[in-house]
T-cell receptor, first 114, second 115 residues
Framework: KAGVTQTPRYLIKTRGQQVTLSCSPI?????VSWYQQTPGQGLQFLFE???????NKGNFPGRFSGRQFSNSRSEMNVSTLELGDSALYLC?????????????FGPGTRLLVL | QQPVQSPQAVILREGEDAVINCSSS?????VHWYRQKHGEAPVFLMI?????EQKGHDKISASFNEKKQQSSLYLTASQLSYSGTYFC????????????????FGQGTILTVHP
């Protein structure tokens, strides 16, 4: 099976712009979670989508939003970019279960905000 | 709330053992362990569910003490390929025992294995 794919892999934006990141989960996985990884904060949970609905949300401002399509692909959008948004954004897919199942991570999108 | 991992970093020679601890202040439903090599995505190692189970995978094993809300990852006879950052992810449990449904990761433990 193909793994989780994320596009683009690298992105450079300037402050105030917006950005959209894409994630395609492993075939058959219906849950997609997004994480922000920075050297100072580690892996921070952004949100999780299942069946096109946001099921869980982390403590990020409203500038961070996401959605999931009927084919389970997910997009994450960050509006009005700030310098502090520079990070590696990882998405992970899993089979939904009673709890959090094994998360399979994609390679990430490295975002640099100038 | 973010779990606390210790130590923050450890340096080993091939063949030596290491223990990485993960501690939470909240009741846990499960603990997940991942390893991330530099420039790569985190890779799943194992999940431990409440019930105090212990799991093993090759020479890497882990335990979960539900009452103490702690988990430990044991790496025995370390190999060069074990180098990387190890993360524990904790899944909180409601009072009724059900899951919060999301993972909160620790800051990571950097493991370096030298020849």
């Amino acid at each position: 099976k193909a793994g989780v794919t994320q596009t683009p892999r690298y992105l450079i934006k300037t402050r105030g712009q917006q950005v959209t990141l894409s994630c395609s989960p492993i075939s058959g996985h219906r849950s997609v979670s997004w994480y922000q990884q920075t050297p100072g904060q580690g892996l921070q949970f952004l949100f999780e989508y299942f069946s096109e609905t946001q099921r869980n949300k982390g403590n990020f401002p409203g500038r961070f939003s996401g959605r999931q399509f009927s084919n389970s692909r997910s997009e994450m959008n960050v509006s009005t970019l700030e310098l502090g948004d520079s990070a590696l954004y990882l998405c992970a897919s899993s089979l939904p279960g009673q709890g959090t199942e094994t998360q399979y991570f994609g390679p990430g999108t490295r975002l640099l905000v100038l | 709330q973010q779990p606390v991992q210790s130590p923050q970093a450890v340096i080993l020679r091939e063949g030596e053992d290491a223990v990485i601890n993960c501690s939470s202040s909240k009741a846990l439903y499960s603990v997940h362990w991942y390893r991330q090599k530099h420039g790569e995505a985190p890779v799943f190692l194992m999940i431990l569910l409440k019930g105090g189970e212990q799991k093993g995978h090759d020479k890497i094993s882990a335990s979960f003490n539900e009452k103490k809300q702690q988990s430990s990852l044991y790496l025995t006879a370390s190999q060069l390929s074990y180098s990387g950052t190890y993360f524990c992810g904790t899944e909180g449990a409601h009072a009724g025992g059900t899951s919060y449904g999301k993972l909160t990761f620790g800051q990571g433990t950097i493991l370096t294995v030298h020849p």
